[in-house]
């Protein structure tokens, strides 16, 4: 059987980790309760969850201690995390089943494709984007996750008024962010340029340090025009 072309730009580099026997064993026993399977058709979050509410995803959650937080913050809200590296989405199924979290699930796939096959236009009230892997090198600027096809397809998905929050500690990056999503039709920035830390994105450890070393983060929200 001949395999199917691949795409050549996805949203992550798959990188090899160590995935310890208690990110193994949530995977093994959690994912069936906690995750939501890859599937080319749209999904039906009220059947996953069990009710309607405001749907936030999150691409790239990595350990998920940012998911867990905000997850648990907001009740209110359901939340799905979507990530491809196994130790990150071991701990956060983990950490769903310890905190008995109801409104967070866990697909392990890559983003552009459920955000194109699994998420149905104008469905969404956030999209989160945390921290993603700047790139730094000019030669590899390419493989950054926040290029025009990947907002343009985000911009789809969120409802009217429905927010996108990027947020990096890497200028350029910030910059190259700024310049994207000033640049999709569909979107209108809620700051003059860059916004403050919204309350409910929590401030992590390394991004405290990094703050008391003089680094900077840099936060950007943009809402879908009505």
């Keep these: 059987m001949t395999e199917p072309p691949r795409r050549s730009v996805r949203s992550f580099v798959l990188r090899q980790g160590r995935v310890s026997n208690a990110q193994q064993r949530a995977w093994d026993t959690l994912f069936p309760k906690f995750g ?5 058709t749209p999904l039906d979050a009220e059947a996953v969850f069990g009710r309607s509410a405001p749907l936030i995803l999150e ?5 998920g201690e940012t998911s867990v937080a905000i997850a648990r913050a907001h009740p209110e ?10 130790p990150g989405v071991g701990s956060l199924l983990k950490s769903i089943d310890e905190e008995g979290l109801a409104n967070l ?10 955000l194109e096959k699994m998420v149905p236009d104008g469905s969404l009230a956030g999209l989160h984007v945390f921290f993603p892997d700047p790139w730094p090198k000019k030669r590899h600027n390419k493989r950054r996750i926040i290029q025009p096809p990947l907002v343009a397809l985000a911009a789809r998905k969120l409802a009217p008024g ?3 929050h990027l947020a990096t ?21 809620t700051a003059q340029d860059y916004a403050p830390r919204p309350a409910y994105r ?9 703050l008391r070393l003089g680094h900077g983060v840099w936060d950007l929200v943009f809402r879908r025009k009505a």
């Design 77 to 86: 809200n359901d939340y799905i995390a979507v990530e491809v590296h196994l």
């Design 162 to 164: 429905g927010y996108i």
């Design 36 to 40: 939501i399977p890859y599937t080319e």
């Design 59 to 63: 691409i790239g959650s990595g350990m």
């Design 105 to 114: 699930r866990v697909i392990r796939h890559d983003a552009v494709d459920v």
């Design 169 to 189: 500690d890497w200028q350029a990056y910030a910059e190259h962010m700024l310049e994207v999503l000033s640049a999709e039709p569909l979107l209108e920035n």
């Design 202 to 210: 929590p401030q992590t450890k390394f991004e405290a340090r990094g």
